[in-house]
């Protein structure tokens, strides 16, 4: 072997074990919590626009349909209940609201490893949803959710860097009670993963059995209520101007609990809210301020996240068009007005019309995961495993997710211009002394890892290179991951005294670990 191919396999050994030794968190390129807010389609001229649109709608046409409870709660703090029975909102009470709400959340992790702490511009990826169907790549076909399906979702992302934390995406299809369905889903997604849970309560009779439930994994009420490691994603209304009735109470109940909520606001844009992009924030937006108000005159500053979470509508068809450009600039937009406000906030992006992982599901993802991000949208919800426009998860897609929101969040680091960046000390040394290349050089041996993602499944290699490992298929390669993950407890699975507790007291569905 000549000198030179012992200088080459040398250098890509030692490539090769750069890349495989681990990296501590903060020298990571990307991790939980990296700033964006570089992109601002709305000029602050546009902002103040969209935020006096939505102060006039709710002062001159309110929200109908509060409950007795919220009509008093709301009344009391200043709102008016005209004779039409909607409740409106003075502009010196949202500004006075506005004052008291929480500026900083932190939603927690339950081993403390992975908390999300939410203000300014932030950006963490995550779960979300309802989907009914479970794709199955392999098959061609959907089928119905279990919770085994979401217990295993949640395994999966406790093993995905990119993943930071876990809102249930889809929905336990064969657990019929609403009750047992409601405390099963916490518990399926606490023995999947310790990173952060969302979920949703069927109905407010059900609040005193799930806080039971909670505060037993917790290890009592006081062990949750300080680190509160499960949030409640709150359809607190229903678009257009409209309070959802039990929604409400359940958010009454999770206030008193000591559980944040996500305020979320879902219009359809040409169908619930103003077709144009702007209408459709300045309606989300007045909806979820109405529910700011909601929280604080109940307990000012409890942890609340603002939930502008419009969708876009294919106005050809009336379907949902969630992987649609329409769909990125919805949610960009309604990160702006969090930071407008100051409010920690969350929205809806990575989603995908597409039925299976395929590019069109690709290009979907990455369109408006990436906007997300730029924007500095605290929470990007439903950013992995989701398809046919929220109908259905797919395992395999959620693998794939992570690699996507890994090139989203190298978007969202951006560029680093300094002295050591610039690099004109390498150019003259290179140009001038040395071998006319930058292969090799300490400087860029030094940021193979910390400045560059690569993927985890992504093939870089060759056509010849690809032909010889026998033209790897990604979506075998992606469940070769899920096989993998799946064949393991996960970390996070419940001692077994605390499990044979809960077993004991409630009707556990899913089958023993």
């Given at each position: 072997?000549?000198s030179?191919?012992?200088r080459?396999?040398?250098?890509?050994a030692?490539?090769?074990?750069?890349?495989?030794?681990?990296?501590?968190?903060?020298?990571?390129?990307?991790?939980?919590g990296?700033?964006?807010?570089?992109?601002?389609?709305?000029?602050?001229?546009?902002v103040?626009r969209?935020?006096?649109?939505?102060?006039?709608?709710?002062?001159?046409?309110?929200l109908?349909?509060a409950?007795?409870?919220?009509?008093?709660?709301?009344?009391?703090?200043?709102?008016?209940?005209?004779d039409?029975?909607?409740?409106?909102?003075?502009?010196?009470?949202?500004?006075?609201?506005?004052?008291?709400?929480?500026?900083?959340v932190?939603?927690?992790?339950?081993?403390g490893?992975?908390?999300?702490?939410?203000?300014?511009?932030?950006?963490?990826?995550?779960?979300?949803?309802?989907a009914?169907?479970?794709?199955?790549?392999?098959g061609?076909?959907?089928?119905?959710?279990?919770?085994?399906?979401?217990?295993?979702?949640?395994?999966?992302?406790?093993?995905l860097?990119?993943?930071?934390?876990?809102?249930?995406?889809?929905?336990?299809?064969?657990?019929?009670?609403n009750?047992?369905?409601?405390?099963?889903?916490?518990?399926?997604?606490?023995?999947?993963?310790?990173?952060?849970?969302?979920?949703?309560?069927?109905?407010?009779?059900?609040?005193?059995?799930?806080?039971?439930?909670?505060?037993?994994?917790?290890?009592?009420?006081?062990?949750?209520?300080?680190?509160?490691?499960?949030?409640?994603?709150?359809?607190?209304?229903?678009?257009?101007?409209?309070?959802?009735?039990?929604?409400?109470?359940?958010?009454e109940?999770?206030?008193?609990?000591?559980?944040p909520?996500?305020?979320?606001?879902?219009?359809?844009?040409?169908?619930?809210?103003?077709?144009?992009?702007?209408?459709?924030?300045?309606?989300?937006?007045?909806e979820?301020?109405?529910?700011?108000?909601?929280v604080?005159?109940?307990?000012?500053?409890?942890?609340?996240?603002?939930g502008?979470?419009?969708?876009?509508?294919?106005?050809?068809?009336?379907?949902?068009?969630?992987?649609?450009?329409?769909?990125?600039?919805?949610?960009?937009?309604?990160?702006?007005?969090?930071?407008?406000?100051?409010l920690?906030?969350?929205?809806?992006?990575?989603?995908?019309?597409s039925?299976?992982?395929?590019?069109?599901?690709?290009?979907?993802?990455?369109?408006?995961?990436?906007?997300?991000?730029?924007?500095?949208?605290?929470?990007?919800?439903?950013?992995?495993?989701?398809?046919?426009?929220?109908?259905?998860?797919c395992?395999e897609?959620?693998?794939?997710?992570?690699?996507?929101?890994?090139?989203?969040?190298?978007?969202?680091?951006?560029?680093?211009?300094?002295?050591?960046?610039?690099?004109?000390?390498?150019?003259?040394d290179?140009?001038?002394?040395?071998?006319?290349?930058y292969?090799?050089t300490?400087?860029?041996?030094?940021?193979?890892?910390?400045?560059?993602?690569?993927?985890?499944?992504?093939?870089?290699?060759?056509?010849?290179?690809?032909?010889?490992?026998?033209?790897?298929?990604?979506?075998?390669?992606a469940t070769?991951?899920?096989?993998?993950?799946?064949?393991?407890?996960?970390?996070?699975?419940?001692?077994?005294?605390?499990?044979?507790?809960?077993?004991?007291?409630?009707?556990i569905?899913?089958?023993?670990?």
């Amino acid at each position: 072997m000549s000198s030179s191919n012992v200088r080459r396999s040398g250098g890509r050994a030692a490539r090769q074990a750069l890349r495989a030794a681990p990296l501590e968190k903060d020298l990571r390129p990307i991790r939980a919590g990296m700033s964006g807010g570089t992109y601002k389609p709305l000029s602050d001229a546009e902002v103040l626009r969209i935020h006096h649109a939505a102060l006039d709608a709710l002062e001159q046409i309110g929200l109908a349909d509060a409950p007795p409870s919220g009509v008093e709660i709301l009344t009391k703090a200043g709102a008016i209940q005209g004779d039409d029975g909607r409740i409106r909102f003075p502009r010196a009470l949202i500004d006075d609201m506005l004052a008291v709400a929480s500026k900083k959340v932190t939603l927690y992790s339950r081993d403390g490893e992975n908390d999300l702490e939410l203000w300014g511009d932030r950006v963490h990826y995550g779960t979300a949803g309802a989907a009914v169907h479970l794709v199955d790549v392999h098959g061609n076909e959907y089928r119905e959710c279990t919770v085994q399906d979401l217990h295993d979702a949640a395994k999966i992302v406790q093993k995905l860097d990119n993943l930071h934390f876990f809102q249930r995406p889809m929905v336990c299809r064969d657990i019929p009670d609403n009750l047992e369905m409601d405390y099963n889903t916490i518990y399926a997604a606490c023995q999947g993963t310790t990173k952060h849970i969302g979920t949703s309560f069927s109905e407010p009779s059900h609040m005193k059995t799930c806080f039971d439930f909670i505060y037993d994994v917790a290890g009592g009420e006081g062990a949750y209520r300080d680190r509160p490691f499960v949030s409640n994603s709150n359809c607190f209304v229903v678009p257009p101007m409209k309070f959802a009735t039990e929604s409400c109470e359940v958010m009454e109940a999770c206030i008193r609990g000591g559980m944040p909520v996500l305020l979320l606001s879902a219009g359809m844009a040409g169908a619930t809210a103003p077709s144009t992009i702007a209408g459709a924030i300045v309606q989300a937006t007045a909806e979820c301020l109405a529910g700011m108000v909601y929280v604080n005159a109940i307990a000012p500053g409890h942890p609340a996240i603002f939930g502008t979470w419009p969708f876009g509508l294919d106005l050809r068809t009336g379907s949902m068009s969630i992987g649609s450009g329409e769909q990125a600039l919805l949610t960009a937009g309604c990160s702006q007005m969090h930071k407008f406000y100051g409010l920690p906030g969350g929205a809806a992006a990575g989603a995908s019309d597409s039925k299976m992982p395929d590019m069109q599901s690709g290009w979907e993802q990455m369109c408006s995961n990436v906007m997300a991000g730029l924007s500095g949208l605290n929470m990007v919800y439903e950013s992995a495993g989701m398809h046919a426009s929220l109908l259905g998860f797919c395992h395999e897609s959620l693998i794939l997710g992570d690699d996507i929101i890994g090139q989203a969040l190298r978007c969202v680091r951006g560029i680093e211009v300094t002295d050591e960046t610039l690099a004109l000390d390498q150019i003259a040394d290179v140009c001038m002394n040395g071998p006319g290349h930058y292969l090799g050089t300490n400087q860029t041996l030094s940021r193979m890892q910390t400045d560059y993602v690569y993927p985890t499944l992504g093939d870089r290699t060759s056509p010849k290179e690809w032909a010889e490992k026998d033209k790897p298929n990604l979506l075998v390669k992606a469940t070769k991951v899920k096989e993998g993950i799946l064949s393991k407890p996960s970390d996070a699975k419940f001692d077994g005294a605390l499990d044979k507790m809960l077993r004991n007291k409630y009707a556990i569905h899913l089958n023993p670990i």
